[in-house]
T-cell receptor, first 114, second 110 residues
């Protein structure tokens, strides 16, 4: 069974630029999560999808962050415009049951904003 | 904040010793999960304990949950150098929302 795929693995941009991250969850997993993990901290949930609907985006900075999961499979997280404090690892995870199942994480995308 | 908080923040032990990490949280939960993260990698699920369970084992891992104290502990027995990683607890509350703690960084010296 293939794991959660993310791309790119690394990205360096200047502040005020835009960036997009892509995630392909494990086949058949209905729930998809995007997390932000700042160095030395635990992951912070940005947005949770159930199929192509948003379950929770309460911690997503909606003035600059957006995410979509068209067709309920892969997902894209965008930052526009980026700030220095957005430097972090962006983790995607998926699970087969909403809220009660194990989350499987991808390798993450490490973003550096200069 | 509903986040779980791990204690200690860092732990250094010799190979073969046991490692104990604690997690405290603030609100009612459906379940609590422990994850491991090796440096520069994604998180790997270790074990899930439901709110009606008190103890669970998986290989060298033992997890306890005390809902009256809103706390959990993860015990790794007979630690190995390969156990060196950061360990996070994650709580799922009654609204199916997940919160991760800030983690315990474990270093197992060979």
């Amino acid at each position: 069974e293939a794991g959660v795929a993310q791309s790119p693995r690394y990205k360096i941009i200047e502040k005020r630029q835009s960036v997009a991250f892509w995630c392909n969850p494990i086949s058949g997993h209905a729930t998809l999560y995007w997390y932000q993990q700042i160095l030395g901290q635990g992951p912070k949930l940005l947005i949770q999808f159930q199929n192509n609907g948003v379950v929770d985006d309460s911690q997503l900075p909606k003035d600059r962050f957006s995410a979509e999961r068209l067709k309920g499979v892969d997902s894209t997280l965008k930052i526009q415009p980026a700030k220095l404090e957005d430097s972090a690892v962006y983790l995607c995870a998926s699970s087969s049951l909403q809220g009660t199942g194990t989350q499987y994480f991808g390798p993450g995308t490490r973003l550096l904003v200069l | 904040s509903q986040q779980g908080e791990e204690d200690p923040q860092a732990l250094s032990i010799q190979e073969g010793e046991n490692a104990t990490m604690n997690c405290s949280y603030k609100t009612s939960i459906n379940n609590l999960q422990w994850y491991r993260q090796n440096s520069g990698r994604g998180l790997v699920h270790l074990i899930l304990i439901r709110s009606n369970e008190r103890e669970k084992h998986s290989g060298r891992l033992r997890v306890t949950l005390d809902t009256s104290k809103k706390s959990s502990s993860l015990l790794i027995t007979a630690s190995r150098a390969a156990d060196t990683a950061s360990y996070f607890c994650a709580t799922e509350n009654n609204f199916n929302k997940f919160y991760f703690g800030s983690g315990t960084k474990l270093n197992v010296k060979p």
